[in-house]
């Protein structure tokens, strides 16, 4: 029983160069959330996806960063031209359709995003 | 606005102590979840309870327990016979409601760094 797989766990990126993170939510889950941790700070919420849908993308940055999560295969987190201050964890979360009374959200192990 | 403070940044205890995490939340939903994880020094998030709004009562887990207050806000987070194992930063977060399409954003707090010394 699978829990939420990201990858890479750590990435390394040159100033200007693009990082690509991969979430794979858990099985049976539809809704699929990024959040980024910076150093010393709580997480912050980006982007809550289903299925081909963005539906809250509140917390995203308006520049270089954008997410999506296909009909197949995983939801991707791209940031373009990765600048110091990108460097965070970013955590990928998922939870089961809703049943009316909210769900448990399940964290993946993060993906350390290192800019130099 | 909703907002979670745990004000305490870092605590220190000595295996066997027992420790209460607090956190302290403000919505202005009358339907929320408030949550625990636990990330460990190797950095994943683990879960550890979720309570909503309509549900006042404690829990217990071992010996972890949970005491949710609504007239105080608070969601406190008790270790009893500390481990060095529970070493961690623990995050309380908060979750107003349901979102357009049945998910939920949760809004955290800073976190707190517990160290637990033989």
């Known amino acids: 029983n699978a829990g939420v797989m990201q990858n890479p766990r750590h990435l390394v990126r040159r100033r200007g160069q693009e990082a690509r993170l991969r979430c794979s939510p858990m099985k049976g889950h539809s809704h699929v959330y990024w959040y980024r941790q910076l150093p010393e700070e709580g997480l912050k919420f980006m982007v809550y996806?289903?299925?081909?849908?963005?539906?809250?993308e509140s917390g995203m940055p308006k520049e270089r960063f954008s997410a999506e999560f296909p009909k197949e295969g995983p939801s991707i987190l791209r940031i373009q031209q990765v600048v110091r201050g990108d460097s965070a964890a970013y955590f990928c979360?998922?939870?089961?359709?809703?049943?009316?009374?909210?769900?448990?959200?399940?964290f993946g192990e993060g993906s350390w995003l290192t800019v130099v | 606005a909703q907002k979670v403070t745990q004000a305490q940044t870092e605590i220190s205890v000595v295996e066997k102590e027992d420790v209460t995490l607090d956190c302290v939340y403000e919505t202005r939903d009358t339907t929320y979840y408030l949550f625990w994880y636990k990330q460990p020094p190797s950095g994943e998030l683990v879960f550890l309870i979720r309570?909503?709004?309509?549900?006042?009562q404690n829990e217990i887990i071992g010996r972890y327990s949970w005491n949710f207050q609504k007239s105080t806000s608070s969601f406190n987070f008790t270790i009893t016979a500390s481990q060095v194992v529970d070493s961690a930063v623990y995050f309380c977060a908060l979750s107003e409601g349901v979102l357009t399409g049945g998910g939920n954003k949760l809004t955290f707090g800073t976190g707190t760094q517990l160290k637990v010394e033989l």
């Open positions: 309570r909503n709004s309509f549900d006042e």
């Open positions: 979360a998922s939870s089961p359709p809703d049943r009316g009374f909210g769900n448990t959200i399940y």
């Open positions: 996806l289903q299925k081909e849908n963005i539906i809250d």
